[in-house]
Structure formats: structure tokens, C-alpha cells
């Protein structure tokens, strides 16, 4: 059986930890050369070790995705070790939870920087690039339910990740003339390192009391009855990086465990 990504080169951004990184060891299975970006070099290049110790093909580069020419050097990584570029995930995301009332200026600004700008200077970069290859490109984005339904201690979050979803819409549009397709995927409470973090941050603001009960809190609602783990993603993020998804643009799938029905 051919191998679903054989050949292809993906950029991942936020891809040293969490679903990133499963990600990427799932499309280096899959035969793809895969990139690791983020902004924790050692980290980075840790998770580009693993891949290839596990007898894939892998490089890394360091960049804040707010920074358009760390971005840029980033791609250049792929492109001078795999030859080019094929997909780029917009991965990387950032959640510093606050009361609506309590939403500062500096609150707001570094969580639209890295998960609405990073987006968008992700997209342009990889489209440019794209349009000095041949053939169709494709930009995959990291929305979040949070992007459909607001939350009263995350609302920079939640505008933030609309903002990933009217992106994705307005890439698909601009780009399609190009052959390059924008579409996004949307989860909902994953067992990440982020989600670790945002339980602390949530205990810290007291909008939760003990460890673990902002997650219990927010997964009530699960069609499926469980948080998801990353490995629940994966599948998911495969079809949008291989072939399958080719005719599809301009779309988010929710991948939540039935969280949110729109």
C-alpha cells in the first residue's frame, strides 16, 4: 500500500509538543518530509531527532510565527533541505485566559499576535512559496471550538481563533486562482500541554478550584463521553495534508467529540 504523503514536504508550526508533534510522526509514517517549527529550538530539534530516529525524514527551524522573516527562513529550511514545500500547518497557538472585565491591552495583543497574525503571515509566506512551484499547495489551520462559541475567561482566545476561521475563508477565496487550497480543522478539549496550562492559568484567575476541574468542566458537553488525546486529531489532520482533500477548500471541520453542532 502506497504511503498517503510519500514525497511530500510539511511545515508544521508549535510542532515540538502536543498535536503537533503527533502530527508530524504520523506524516513522516506516511512518508512525508516533515519540518518542525517553533519557537523552542531545543525542543524543535529534539522532536526532528525523534522522527528521524524512528526512520523518517525530518528538519527544524526556530521561529516566532509573529516574526514575518523568522516565518520566511523557516520555509527556506524546508525548501533547501526537501527541495520544496507541499503543506503548511498553522499550528501554533497561545491561550493566556482572563474575565472578560479583566482583558487588558497586552492580554489581547499577544494572544491575536501569535494565533490570528501567525495565521496569516503563516499563509502568505507558504503562498508565496507555492507560487514558485508546481502543482497544489496546501495551507491547513489550527481553529478551535473556541472560534464558534465564546467563553467568558477566554474571550481574546475566542476572537482569536474566529479570527482563524474568517482566515481560512478569505485565503481559500484569494488563493484559489493559484491552486492553492485553505481549509482548517477546529478541535475541542485535547490532552495537550497547552491544555495543562491553561487548567493552571484558569486555577490562578479562580475560575476553577483544583486541578483537572476546568477540563471536567468544559468536556461535560461531549458527545463521546472523553476528552480527546492527540492521536484523535491525526486523522483528521492526514486528510487535509494528503490528496483526499484536494477538491475541498474554504472549510473547517470541528473534530470535538460532538462538543459543538453547528
Known amino acids: 500500500m502506497t504511503a498517503r504523503l510519500e514525497g511530500k514536504t510539511i511545515g508544521i508550526t508549535g510542532a515540538a509538543s502536543g498535536m503537533g508533534l503527533a ?3 504520523r506524516f513522516a509514517e506516511e512518508g512525508a ?11 524543535a530539534e529534539a522532536a526532528a531527532k525523534s522522527i528521524i530516529a524512528a526512520g523518517g525524514r525530518a528538519a527544524w527551524a526556530q521561529a516566532n510565527v509573529t516574526e514575518r522573516d523568522q516565518v520566511r527562513a523557516a520555509i527556506q529550511v524546508a525548501v533547501s533541505e526537501f527541495g520544496r514545500i507541499d503543506v503548511w500547518f498553522n499550528n501554533a497557538g497561545l491561550n493566556r485566559p482572563l474575565g472578560f472585565l479583566d ?8 494572544i491575536l499576535d501569535v494565533n490570528a497574525l ?5 499563509t502568505q509566506e507558504a503562498a508565496k512559496q507555492f507560487r514558485q512551484q508546481d502543482g497544489l499547495g496546501k495551507v491547513v489551520n489550527t481553529a478551535s471550538i473556541s472560534g464558534r462559541v465564546g467563553d467568558a475567561n477566554t474571550a481574546a482566545y475566542c476572537a482569536a481563533k474566529s479570527a482563524v476561521i474568517s482566515l481560512t475563508q478569505s485565503g481559500a477565496k484569494a488563493l484559489a486562482e493559484d491552486d492553492i487550497t485553505v481549509n482548517a480543522f477546529a478541535p475541542g478539549v485535547v490532552a495537550t500541554p497547552l491544555w495543562e496550562k491553561l487548567d493552571e492559568d484558569l486555577m490562578a484567575i479562580g475560575a476553577s478550584r483544583v486541578p483537572g476541574e476546568a477540563m471536567k468542566n468544559f468536556s461535560a458537553g461531549i458527545l ?3 476528552v480527546a488525546e492527540a492521536e484523535d486529531i491525526v486523522g483528521t489532520a492526514l486528510f487535509l495534508a494528503s490528496q483526499d482533500s484536494d477538491y475541498m477548500t ?7 467529540g460532538g462538543m459543538v453542532l453547528v
Open 33 to 43: 518530509n516533515v519540518l518542525i517549527v517553533d519557537l523552542d529550538p531545543q525542543a
Open 250 to 256: 474554504g472549510q473547517v471541520i470541528m473534530i470535538d
Open 118 to 122: 501567525g495565521t496569516l503571515i503563516g
Open 23 to 25: 502530527f508530524a510522526h
Open 103 to 110: 482583558v487588558t491591552e497586552e492580554n489581547w495583543s499577544a
Open 224 to 226: 463521546r463521553g472523553r
